[in-house]
């Protein structure tokens, strides 16, 4: 039986080659080659591809891609069904009497694509026709070989452990996110005097960053490869397929993980505004900007973002006296590596030098690279926006998707990383709980405590008194 590839090989970017060789489909002009690399096929020709036979399996980029990408063309559901269907009738699995030679060089082969699948795009399988497909496929190659069965328990117990944890994941995220939105009401209606704060609760900025790393890391491993098709799907869907996304799951996880990075942003500028006292305020700052540098060291950049962007909100970047007690050089060498200049240049080079130590780690803190996630977003969404899904004659842009699927397919490989960090969950709990301001409720914090130095200023700050404090 072929070796399953891991997830950490179908993921190394090293490996990822654009160079899928032509095989016998090219022979008839169904896939379209260029300097040795497929860039368009008819979708069936694609299809045809990704279907093993007994001398021949598709390459693992392959697979990958055109996993990732066909969602946008034909429903997971579909595409199985479509490939079961069409190797019982290559393999004549429907036939009485089967040629058990031949099934026995095929299933091993059959066997990976789906152990393949179940591994990479685990969602697709809370559908339940997708197990019926998988397990009809099964039992028609276990009449060869009963082992098969065993084969099949084996993954489908796997995929089982890995949808629990998803969905525990996704229950976890669901109960915090409600738990932070209780607290943002609470603050918003009356900003109070909150009697915690961050340094009281975590004094170390390496323990902090080491715990916001615990955090992205969880977050991250709940978002499937899938999500980032679908959040652009709405952008060109076939004119012939405008339903085939209608049962799919969405893009709960990667919301969840944006919304996470806007709480940081805002729980930073909470917690130096919050402080009476100038030399209080200017003491919160310096330790996040010590935070913010450990996470740079450890590869921690969307929580590096996160605290930078916290610290640069008007509410908090209009504290003159306080930033004066700041002492700000360390802070300035962070901005310079997030400076948006080039389209974040810095950042990018930095980037590549945590994803170079990363391919060559001896321990998982080496392993560390969690992506600004909103720019990786964005790169997401101008590959999509500049290229379209077809070319003219009705061939899928592979080349396009092949693109995608390098992007996408690092950011699988980061987000599978064990956290080396032991949990302190009294700091992930005040990290998920402690209660914000809203931006209302930021400026007024910041104009009680540094007076409004113009006339715009004054009448903002009065009337914020008034609506959320009901004074006048």
């Known amino acids: 039986m072929p070796q ?50 007994v001398d021949y399996y598709p390459e693992k980029a392959y697979i990958f891609t055109f996993l990732l990408s066909s969602r946008l063309f034909i429903e997971p559901k579909e595409l199985l069904s479509k490939v079961c269907r069409m190797c019982i009738e290559q393999q004549s699995l429907d036939k009485p009497e089967l040629d058990k030679v031949r099934i026995r060089k095929f299933g091993p082969k059959i066997m990976q694509l789906l152990t393949e699948w179940t591994e990479t795009f685990p969602s697709d399988f809370r559908d339940e026709r997708m197990i019926g497909h998988l397990q009809d496929m099964i039992r028609r190659i276990a009449s060869c070989d009963e ?22 994941g996704e229950e976890n995220t669901v109960k915090v996110n409600a738990s ?13 005097s909150i009697q915690r ?36 799907v709405h952008k060109d869907a076939l004119e012939d397929a405008k339903s085939c996304f209608s049962e799919q799951k969405k893009t709960e996880n990667l919301e969840a993980y944006v919304k996470w990075f806007n709480r940081l942003c805002y729980l930073v500028a909470t917690e130096i505004c919050m402080p009476a006292k100038k030399k209080h305020r ?65 950042y990018r080079t930095a980037l590549r030098g945590a994803a170079h130590r990363s391919l060559t780690a001896h321990s998982n803190q080496e392993k560390i690279v969690i992506p600004f996630f909103s720019l990786l977003i964005k790169d997401i969404y101008f590959l999509n926006e500049g290229c379209a899904n077809r070319l003219p004659n009705g061939h899928v842009n592979f080349e396009k998707f092949l693109e995608l699927a390098k ?32 931006e209302d409720g ?31």
Not at 284 to 291: A, K, N, T
Not at 421 to 438: G, M
């Open 4 to 53: 399953t590839l891991t997830s950490a090989s179908m993921f190394n970017t090293s490996g990822f080659s654009h160079q899928l060789h032509p095989t016998k489909e090219d022979e008839h002009g169904m896939l379209i080659f260029q300097d040795g690399n497929l860039i368009s096929a008819s979708l069936e020709a694609l299809i045809e591809h990704l279907i093993p036979t």
């Open 147 to 168: 082992s098969y069965w065993k084969t099949m328990n084996q993954l489908l117990q796997t995929l089982n452990q890995k949808l629990a944890t998803l969905n525990k």
């Open 180 to 192: 932070m939105n209780d607290k943002l009401v609470v603050i918003k209606t009356k900003p109070p």
């Open 197 to 232: 704060d961050i340094i009281s609760i975590c004094n170390d900025p390496y323990t902090l960053a080491q715990q916001l790393t615990r955090i992205e890391l969880e977050r991250l491993s709940l978002i499937g490869p899938e999500e980032f098709v679908q959040a652009f």
């Open 282 to 346: 200017a003491q919160v700052i310096e330790f996040f900007i010590d935070v913010a540098r450990e996470c740079f060291n450890i590869g921690n950049f969307n929580s590096l973002m996160a605290i930078i962007s916290g610290m640069n909100m008007s509410p908090v970047s209009r504290l003159k006296k306080t930033w004066g007690k700041v002492k700000t050089a360390k802070f300035f060498i962070l901005e310079h590596q997030m400076d948006p200049t080039g389209n974040f240049y810095n």
């Open 407 to 438: 992007q996408v397919g690092e950011f699988m490989m980061w987000k599978q990383v064990t956290c080396p960090f032991e949990v302190d969950q009294n700091i992930i709990h005040y990290l998920h709980t402690a209660p914000v301001f809203s």
């Open 442 to 472: 930021l400026y007024l914090a910041s104009y009680e405590s540094e007076s409004p130095e113009n006339q715009v200023e004054k009448e903002r700050w009065k009337a914020l008194r008034s609506s959320l404090l009901g004074k006048t």
